[in-house]
């Protein structure tokens, strides 16, 4: 198993959602790309965190 923290940066807001966009490693590239966040929970964030962890 291992985990990974992806960062996002706020990329465009939409009716009901953020868009936030992938900061990858330097020299790596995007793990997940977009991510749709819900307005109610994002609320005025610039940026956001997301660990994913793989099970083998």
Do not use: C, H
Not at 19 to 45: C, H, M
């Amino acid at each position: 198993m291992s985990k990974k923290v992806i960062k996002f940066e706020i990329e465009k807001e939409t009716k009901n959602s953020v868009r936030y966009k992938e900061v990858p490693d330097e020299g790596t590239p995007p793990i997940v790309g977009s991510l749709y966040v819900q307005k109610w929970f994002a609320g005025n964030s610039k940026s956001i965190e997301v660990t994913i962890e793989k099970k083998d």
